[in-house]
T-cell receptor, first 113, second 111 residues
């Protein structure tokens, strides 16, 4: 059974700092991996999607990497801003034709001005 | 505007009562999903549907039911058999295996 773990559960940094969020998964047979952002009491917004054949994806100040063989992904946020404060969720789509996503519990990020 | 809408934003359930959460999308997506989120937890899949008139159980389907009579609609009923229904419910849709788009969520509370 696929399990997704995110470390740390919470992170507090000063504005301007570069930071890395970690995601690990137990079964390397994934179709893709996604990073989402969730603001309090809101739905999820997709940030980056990495296909299993890719190593990384970039969007603005965000860079996500994928190492399928080791079961790890990282989300790098450059020059953090208070507006980046949110919970970041990692999810993997399992192989086999199912549309199921398996989510981690998230990392709650606070960027202090 | 294209997107996913969920209603109501807050819903209160009395003991023994069935309640229905609405999810509508105008993105022309084939697949739709219902997730449950508890505090400090990730999302857990309740039900999903890849085409009209077909749906599959997710990891925590007990105490829930769904229907998919129209492509754009995927309502979720929380039945009285669900003994711990208090949670944040999220609906999502997707097309062709691409990323899932999420609605704003419904918070269900028990009176």
């Amino acid at each position: 059974k696929q399990e997704v773990t995110q470390i740390p559960a919470a992170l507090s940094v000063p504005e301007g700092e570069n930071l890395v969020l970690n995601c690990s998964f137990t079964d390397s047979a994934i179709y893709n991996l996604q990073w989402f952002r969730q603001d309090p009491g809101k739905g999820l917004t997709s940030l980056l999607l990495i296909q299993s054949s890719q190593r990384e994806q970039t969007s603005g100040r965000l860079n996500a990497s994928l190492d399928k063989s080791s079961g790890r992904s990282t989300l790098y946020i450059a020059a953090s801003q208070p507006g980046d404060s949110a919970t970041y969720l990692c999810a993997v789509k399992v192989q086999g034709g199912s549309e199921k996503l398996v989510f981690g519990k998230g990392t709650k990020l606070t960027v202090n001005p | 505007d294209g997107g996913i809408t969920q209603s109501p934003k807050y819903l209160f359930r009395k003991e023994g009562q069935n309640v229905t959460l609405s999810c509508e999308q105008n993105l022309n997506h084939d697949a739709m999903y219902w997730y449950r989120q508890d505090p400090g937890q990730g999302l857990r899949l309740i039900y999903y549907s890849q085409i009209v008139n077909d749906f599959q159980k997710g990891d925590i389907a007990e105490g829930y039911s769904v229907s998919r009579e129209k492509k754009e609609s995927f309502p979720l009923t929380v039945t009285s058999a669900q003994k711990n229904p208090t949670a944040f419910y999220l609906c999502a849709s997707s097309y062709g295996g691409r990323t899932q788009y999420f609605g704003p969520g419904t918070r269900l509370l028990v009176l």
